[in-house]
């Protein structure tokens, strides 16, 4: 029997620190309820302290959602845990996400502190945001260049002062996917409370390795990975939502499972990149405009005969129009059977012969014929009536 991921979506917090692509209020609504519908389990909605903006989006929010936990970011300081639970209060369930960091780069160089006086904060914070909430997350930031056997000593003492999810960022997405996955691998050993608590891996893509890592910690037992739509956030971006849900539902073989209903992936990316203003790449994958588009000779023969020749997803499952058939100097005779068919034309060898080297001739001139150019190219030819 698979085993049950919880998705934590953090695009309105971490994902909202992109330069440019911040939300008003009413945005951050819509995003959240597309969220909820797109099957979510954990909304982070924001970081209250840090405006009264952002602390009036997350009221609001929670005021709208029925099913998520709804998740509100705080330093590990009692002002800013009172400004999270404050803002949860309407929450059908609230978490509060608090942590500090526990790499000694961070401990000596950003918290001025010692590897004592941090789990000792870590601690006080816990047991203090306990108090406020239903959930409280931890997390260890920068535990991707964290030592272990101290790692390992900060999350057992969250544990015991109550943490009910522990975090395991890979804060600057330094890790490789086995070495992160060593290192959740080894918290399970060596942490003797572990299992009072979720594990959670949250991956930043600095070296393009976000949801590799993301996905070999939860191989290795995280019970929750968090994700943000399009993979946007800070720098080079976090984990991709869509990217680690399709990937487990591709893999049967990592014997996990989400409660995210995969068809309504593209149209929430679509929204997400509109009110954000920030353009999907094209060759993104799962929901950039080339996902499901062929313009190889080879590849479109090959998806023509048989879809899985060359797609592992059906477009449909993701919400996406069908696979395209995008014709180039680079197409071959079969594409272009294909879609002259689509548009009526049924053309004999001898035919298409002929039509394809007037074909080619244009697509030399153009970068991509369209369904109006092969109408007139059918027209200017000698065979079409």
């Given amino acids: 029997m698979a085993r049950r991921v919880h998705v934590f979506d953090t695009t309105l917090r971490d994902g909202e620190q992109v330069p440019g692509c911040q939300l008003n209020t009413e945005e951050k ?13 954990i909304i982070e909605a924001g970081f209250p302290i840090s405006s009264p903006g952002d602390f009036n989006s997350v009221v609001e929010v929670t ?13 590990a300081v009692e002002k800013d845990i009172d400004c999270a639970a404050e803002a949860l209060k309407h929450a059908r369930v609230s978490r509060i996400h608090t942590g500090i960091g526990s790499s000694d780069i961070h401990i000596k160089n950003k918290l001025r502190s010692t590897r004592e006086k941090v789990i000792e904060q870590g601690v006080s914070a816990v047991k203090y945001a306990k108090k406020r909430v239903d959930q409280v997350e931890f997390f260890c930031e920068d535990a991707g260049r964290a030592d272990l056997e101290f790692l390992a000593r900060m999350v057992e003492a969250m544990i015991a002062a109550g943490a ?12 490789l996917p ?20 979720i594990i959670s891996a949250h991956c930043h893509n600095d070296l393009g390795l976000a949801t590799a890592n993301a996905i070999s910690g939860l191989y290795n037992g995280a ?8 993979g946007i956030g800070e720098r080079a971006g976090n984990t991709s939502l869509e990217e680690v849900v399709m990937t487990i539902k591709s893999h049967p073989s990592l014997g996990l499972e989400t409660g995210i209903n995969t068809k309504k992936l593209v149209p929430v990316s679509k ?4 009110l954000m203003r920030m353009p999907v790449q094209p060759n ?35 919400g996406a129009e069908d696979s395209s ?3 180039t100097a680079r197409s071959g005779r079969a594409a272009l059977s294909y879609r002259l068919e689509m548009l009526g034309y049924k053309l004999s060898k001898d035919e298409l012969e002929i039509a394809y080297k007037q074909f080619l001739d244009m697509a030399d001139r153009k970068k991509q014929i369209e369904d109006d150019d092969l109408k007139e190219l059918m027209r200017e030819s000698m065979f079409i009536k």
Wanted: net charge negative.
């Fill in 29 to 41: 609504i819509e995003i959240a309820l597309a969220l909820e519908d797109l099957g979510v389990d």
């Fill in 63 to 75: 005021k709208v959602l029925k099913n998520p936990v709804v998740c509100a970011l705080s330093r």
């Fill in 164 to 175: 009910d999810v522990i975090n395991i960022p890979d804060t600057t997405g330094y890790s």
């Fill in 178 to 197: 086995w070495k992160f996955g060593e290192m959740i691998k080894y918290l399970y050993e060596n942490v003797p409370n572990i299992d009072k608590a």
């Fill in 223 to 230: 019970g929750q990975v968090e994700c943000t739509i399009n």
């Fill in 271 to 274: 929204l997400v990149s509109r």
């Fill in 284 to 318: 993104k994958a799962i929901v950039g405009k080339n996902a499901f588009a062929h313009s190889s000779g080879i590849h479109q023969d090959g998806v023509i005969k048989h879809r899985e020749n060359y797609e592992i997803i059906n477009p449909e499952e993701v």
């Fill in 325 to 327: 058939i995008v014709l």
